[in-house]
């Protein structure tokens, strides 16, 4: 431990604190951040891939109140 991590970690709240957010500045300087043409293309296929998955799982519900439907129309005697 250096002399300054002991200080932080006898220290109060307050010290820890301040070490706390000066690491996650540092750590958030090392990190690559997409492009804006990336970021795009990203957001566009999860876009898309949750419009797809909706009209499936629509789909799919859509099926399943159906034939429940007729379940319960066949058995009641309707």
Excluded: C, H
Excluded at 31 to 59: H, K, Q, Y
């Amino acid at each position: 431990m250096t002399d300054e991590t002991t200080a932080v970690a006898r220290g109060g709240w307050v010290a820890r604190a301040t070490e706390y957010f000066a690491e996650t500045k540092a750590e958030l300087r090392k990190v690559v951040w997409p492009t804006r043409d990336e970021a795009t293309n990203l957001t566009v296929a999860v876009l898309f891939v949750t419009l797809l998955m909706t009209i499936l799982l629509g789909s799919v519900d859509w099926v399943f109140t159906q034939a429940l439907d007729w379940v319960v129309r066949v058995v009641s005697g309707a």
